[in-house]
């Protein structure tokens, strides 16, 4: 029981330490730091196979030769990009990756936001089964389905000598559209925009028809902006497909000047020698592009999956 | 929503229709009769795939030295080649293949022969008309033969010798007398590992698949019969050649651990081991890494002796064949002729530092600066390979980690070669 006997003496006195709240603060302190340690431990875990290829291609060859060679390098040459550089006509073949990578992003962008769209804001009967049919196709891998890729492209009719049976030519064999159609929209990107559309209001569309608005307007111009976070994830992913794709574009050409950067970067890896030090140069230039923009674009990447549900 | 059952049969939905896709194949026609000597005007694009000449340097040598001087002949023809890395030909070849249009000339790997030609996308070879006078030994040619004909002309070689460290044998006072027997060859591993305290041999760390494929031929056997559609790798030569693979690792005489990623230096290169089953395709790394290793007296070479007191020399390698889908055969067959004159054949073995085909190559300085490829040149009439079945490509890539159980003691050697039999027969049934 208290001694406090008036009011006025109990207004003086004051009050005692709020123990429990500090004691919560503290705790929460400790967390959070607890919490940044393993974030940068998990980090450094992630970010030591790009630190090991960027002191690998700096790395002189007599360095790579030791059996142990030291995690920091002792010299520095720089050098081996420039003889990376010169061991195949990387100028090319990134002008290549990079075509393909920004024509994929427009076309990605483009029939799988209309095919997404209508699968998830327009009734028609055979709507589920669609959507079924493109989560089948990417349970199939690409192994499995190269071969039959590759005989649509090669007997195209009425392209490069065929006839309108597909016979006679090359097809699409050697030519921009192998390396641009097949990879023009694939079943991932819709799934993912099609998750997208579904979280829209529906409401917005119905009072869009109301206006008299088109279908095709509605979807680009009302509904197709609230979905950024995707579009750029979508676009992102169609960018990294189509910039490190390799068997491919080496299945359907045989032209150099059709070839691609990853091409080029085997090269260095020999059937009884692998040149580590211009390979992992290669290899560190051919990542930057991707580097870059997902630095520049990564909140809107992780936004991105985790609105869609994959985590 | 979609339920389980939707799902479920648009998946089978899915999978008719790739299934129906890719039964539509074009595949290779018969193949006609042996390719004769190209007589008249050659003219008109020949198309490679290789997976040699890789890169700026490598297409230098193929296009602005090799198959220039074919050229200056014959101004009418033209090239195009397609450069592919060896770890994709094979699919490289195989949808071409589907798509019934193989380039002209096709470069393939040891072993690889057997199913192109069985697929009938190689044409069968005029060897006379070929090779003209090249002297290609008879062991070479059988490398690219099927059912006795000649399918592919080898082309480039890289050989596995043994190298060991003669200054070190000397120190060790251990005898560099060639073992002329298995036995003796056992005996020396015996007396390194005693002398030295060292592991004496750099090989489990290896290629298995290969180190498999020599010794089955050194205790005396084959992998497949002589048509290869059935297999002789489970008679006795095949369990004891994985048995001794197996001892070698039990025994501390050799060890699978120490296998290295390409192009970092090996046990052998560390000091390590003693002795090493070498490959002429890695001397400019040696060169490179180790050059003391290179030295005159600090390298001595061997072969790996057999039961029936012969040698064995494992080789892998390219070889050139003529697509049976060939527009232009005339100046293909012109060009396999050109490669395997002296000089392209020098130029390309200059380039990638693999053993020429034949063996009667002028003495070049530059070459024979690689011992390795100097000593297996004089050793050619050794060779071995492995393979030898239409069905190679669907069984070779399986048999690593078969035999890596072996070795690693997590499977008995009669299980690996009943599993390794399975894979074998059921491969071989495919095709049959």
């Given at each position: 029981m208290t001694d406090l006997n008036t009011v006025t003496e109990i207004e003086k006195v004051k009050p005692l330490k709020p123990v429990r709240q500090k004691s919560a603060k503290r705790s929460r302190r400790i967390g959070r730091i607890v919490l940044w340690v393993a974030l940068l431990l998990f980090s450094l875990v992630m970010v030591l196979p790009f630190v090991w290829m960027i002191f690998t291609a700096v790395r002189p060859a007599a360095e790579l030769a030791q059996p142990n060679p030291p995690f920091f390098p002792r010299a520095w040459d720089f050098n081996n990009f420039v003889r990376a550089f010169e061991a195949a006509p990387f100028g090319i073949y990134a002008r290549n990756s990079f075509i393909i990578g920004a024509v994929h992003v427009v076309t990605v962008l483009t029939l799988g936001s209309a095919a997404g769209y209508a699968l998830a804001k327009l009734r028609f009967r055979a709507r589920n089964w669609i959507f079924a049919w493109f989560l089948a196709t990417m349970m199939i891998p690409f192994y499995a389905t190269v071969i039959p890729s590759f005989l649509l492209v090669r007997f195209m009719p009425l392209f490069g000598g065929n006839d309108i049976f597909g016979q006679g030519g090359q097809?699409?064999?050697?030519?921009?559209?192998?390396?641009?159609?097949?990879?023009?929209?694939?079943?991932?990107?819709?799934?993912?925009?099609?998750?997208?559309?579904?979280?829209?209001?529906?409401?917005?569309?119905?009072?869009?028809?109301?206006?008299?608005?088109?279908?095709?307007?509605?979807?680009?111009?009302?509904?197709?902006?609230?979905?950024?976070?995707?579009?750029?994830?979508?676009?992102?992913?169609?960018?990294?497909?189509?910039?490190?794709?390799?068997?491919?574009?080496?299945?359907?050409?045989?032209?150099?000047?059709?070839?691609?950067?990853q091409v080029g970067l085997s090269v260095f890896r020999q059937e009884s020698n692998t040149q580590w030090d211009l390979l992992m140069a290669g290899t560190a230039l051919s990542a930057v592009p991707m580097i870059v923009l997902f630095l520049f674009f990564q909140r809107y990447f992780v936004n991105g999956f985790v609105n869609s549900g994959i985590k | 929503?979609?339920?389980?059952?939707?799902?479920?049969?648009?998946?089978?939905?899915?999978?008719?229709?790739?299934?129906?896709?890719?039964?539509?194949?074009?595949?290779?026609?018969?193949?006609?009769?042996?390719?004769?000597?190209?007589?008249?005007?050659?003219?008109?694009?020949?198309?490679?795939?290789?997976?040699?000449?890789?890169?700026?340097?490598?297409?230098?040598?193929?296009?602005?030295?090799?198959?220039?001087?074919?050229?200056?002949?014959?101004?009418?023809?033209?090239?195009?080649?397609?450069?592919?890395?060896?770890?994709?030909?094979?699919?490289?070849?195989?949808?071409?293949?589907?798509?019934?249009?193989?380039?002209?000339?096709?470069?393939?790997?040891?072993?690889?022969?057997?199913?192109?030609?069985?697929?009938?996308?190689?044409?069968?070879?005029?060897?006379?008309?070929?090779?003209?006078?090249?002297?290609?030994?008879?062991?070479?040619?059988?490398?690219?033969?099927?059912?006795?004909?000649?399918?592919?002309?080898?082309?480039?070689l890289e050989s596995r010798p043994f190298a060991y460290r003669k200054d070190l044998f000397e120190k060790f006072q251990i005898s560099t007398t060639e073992p002329k027997s298995m036995e003796e060859f056992n005996s020396l591993l015996e007396e390194v590992k005693s002398k030295s305290g060292l592991v004496p041999l750099d090989m489990l760390g290896q290629n298995l698949r290969q180190i498999w494929g020599q010794m089955i031929f050194a205790f005396g056997g084959t992998q497949f019969s002589p048509d290869g559609m059935s297999i002789t790798f489970d008679q006795e030569p095949g369990v004891k050649a994985l048995q001794w693979m197996v001892d070698l690792q039990n025994k501390g005489l050799s060890d699978f651990n120490f296998k290295v990623p390409t192009g970092q230096p090996s046990a052998y290169q560390q000091d390590k081991t003693l002795m090493a089953w070498g490959s002429s395709g890695a001397w400019p790394q040696w060169l490179k890494q180790t050059p003391q290793l290179t030295e005159e007296g600090k390298l001595g070479i061997m072969l790996m002796?057999?039961?029936?007191?012969?040698?064995?020399?494992?080789?892998?390698?390219?070889?050139?064949?003529?697509?049976?889908?060939?527009?232009?055969?005339?100046?293909?067959?012109?060009?396999?002729?050109?490669?395997?004159?002296?000089?392209?054949?020098t130029q390309a073995s200059l380039f990638s530092g693999k053993v020429p085909a034949r063996s009667d190559l002028p003495p070049n300085p530059e070459l024979a600066k690689n011992k390795l490829l100097d000593f297996s040149v004089d050793n050619l009439q050794y060779s071995v390979?492995?393979?030898?079945?239409?069905?190679?490509?669907?069984?070779?890539?399986?048999?690593?980690?078969?035999?890596?159980?072996a070795v690693t003691g997590k499977k008995s050697v009669a299980d690996t070669i009943a599993s390794l039999k399975k894979i074998a027969e059921d491969a071989i049934g495919r095709i049959k």
């Open positions: 097809g699409w064999i050697n030519t921009w559209w192998a390396l641009l159609i097949p990879g023009a929209v694939g079943a991932f990107s819709i799934f993912l925009l099609r998750q997208f559309y579904v979280t829209t209001p529906t409401e917005l569309i119905e009072a869009a028809r109301l206006d008299g608005l088109s279908e095709p307007r509605i979807w680009l111009q009302i509904i197709t902006p609230l979905i950024k976070p995707g579009l750029l994830t979508v676009a992102l992913l169609a960018f990294e497909s189509g910039w490190n794709n390799f068997l491919w574009p080496l299945l359907v050409t045989s032209s150099e000047d059709l070839r691609v950067i | 929503m979609l339920n389980r059952r939707q799902l479920l049969g648009a998946m089978g939905a899915a999978g008719i229709g790739i299934a129906a896709t890719a039964c539509s194949t074009g595949g290779g026609q018969p193949a006609p009769g042996a390719t004769a000597a190209p007589t008249g005007e050659l003219k008109g694009t020949v198309h490679i795939v290789t997976p040699e000449f890789a890169g700026t340097d490598g297409k230098e040598a193929f296009e602005g030295k090799i198959l220039k001087a074919f050229t200056d002949k014959h101004p009418g023809v033209t090239f195009q080649v397609d450069y592919t890395p060896w770890d994709k030909l094979n699919e490289k070849l195989s949808t071409l293949v589907a798509g019934g249009q193989p380039s002209d000339l096709l470069m393939t790997g040891m072993g690889w022969t057997e199913p192109f030609a069985h697929k009938k996308v190689l044409t069968k070879l005029d060897k006379n008309a070929v090779l003209g006078d090249a002297k290609v030994l008879d062991a070479l040619v059988k490398q690219g033969s099927f059912n006795g004909d000649m399918y592919a002309m080898p082309f480039l002796p057999t039961v029936n007191g012969s040698k064995v020399l494992y080789q892998g390698g390219t070889l050139v064949g003529l697509s049976t889908r060939s527009q232009n055969s005339a100046a293909a067959t012109a060009v396999m002729q050109h490669l395997i004159t002296p000089d392209a054949l390979t492995d393979g030898g079945t239409p069905a190679w490509m669907e069984i070779r890539g399986k048999m690593d980690p078969e035999l890596e159980a």
